[in-house]
T-cell receptor
Framework: GENVEQHPSTLSVQEGDSAVIKCTYS??????FPWYKQELGKRPQLIIDIRSNVGEKKDQRIAVTLNKTAKHFSLHITETQPEDSAVYFC???????????FGQGTRLTINP | GAVVSQHPSWVICKSGTSVKIECRSLDFQATTMFWYRQFPKQSLMLMAT?????????EQGVEKDKFLINHASLTLSTLTVTSAHPEDSSFYICSARGLFPDEQYFGPGTRLTVT
């Protein structure tokens, strides 16, 4: 079956510092790799995604890097701000079943 | 564009009763919708994939007779929790797929509390 591992489970950083969250997956056919941000009681919100034809994508303070050979992708947040505090999920698309499989989540806390 | 709504946003029901949750794609047609369940401080777990006009595909361990899914139109899927128990209390989230497999739009979720 599909295996998605996300690390770390919790991450606390000082405001202004960078945060990195890593996601490993098992389906070598996956070709779509999104990251979601979820605030308490709200729906998951897509913040950035990458497809397997590129290795890195950046959107202002957020970036995603992909290593398809090693089957992992990472979320990078620079110049963190208090509003970045939330739970972040990776959810690679399982190609055969055409479904997203969510990682366990990372609770990110930005300390002012 | 690509708005998905859910109704109700929260519901409290008594043990043994049934409750229906609706998921609607408001400005696009969704041939496929997904139902997730999220317990406190846990991840989203896919319960089932719902295809318009056909039977839903349930994930392993999800009781299809307990969680009834109907996808009668291209804009509406419903999840009915039958004979609800307190352990069914959870946050239920639907998503609707757009034209491409990687386009998924999430509803705001429904918080179910069974007393």
């Amino acid at each position: 079956g599909e295996n998605v591992e996300q690390h770390p489970s919790t991450l606390s950083v000082q405001e202004g510092d960078s945060a990195v969250i890593k996601c490993t997956y098992s389906d070598s056919a996956s070709n779509y790799f999104p990251w979601y941000k979820q605030e308490l009681g709200k729906r998951p919100q897509l913040i950035i995604d990458i497809r397997s034809n590129v290795g890195e994508k950046k959107d202002q303070r957020i970036a995603v890097t992909l290593n398809k050979t090693a089957k992992h992708f990472s979320l990078h947040i620079t110049e963190t701000q208090p509003e970045d505090s939330a739970v972040y999920f990776c959810a690679p698309l399982i190609q055969g079943a055409q479904k997203l499989v969510f990682g366990q989540g990372t609770r990110l806390t930005i300390n002012p | 564009g690509a708005v998905v709504s859910q109704h109700p946003s929260w519901v409290i029901c008594k043990s043994g009763t049934s409750v229906k949750i609706e998921c609607r794609s408001l400005d696009f047609q969704a041939t496929t919708m997904f139902w997730y369940r999220q317990f406190p401080k846990q991840s989203l777990m896919l319960m089932a994939t719902s295809n318009e006009g056909s039977k839903a595909t349930y994930e392993q361990g999800v009781e299809k007779d307990k969680f009834l899914i109907n996808h009668a139109s291209l804009t509406l899927s419903t999840l009915t929790v039958t004979s609800a128990h307190p352990e069914d209390s959870s946050f239920y989230i639907c998503s609707a797929r757009g034209l491409f497999p990687d386009e998924q739009y999430f509803g705001p979720g429904t918080r179910l509390t069974v007393t």
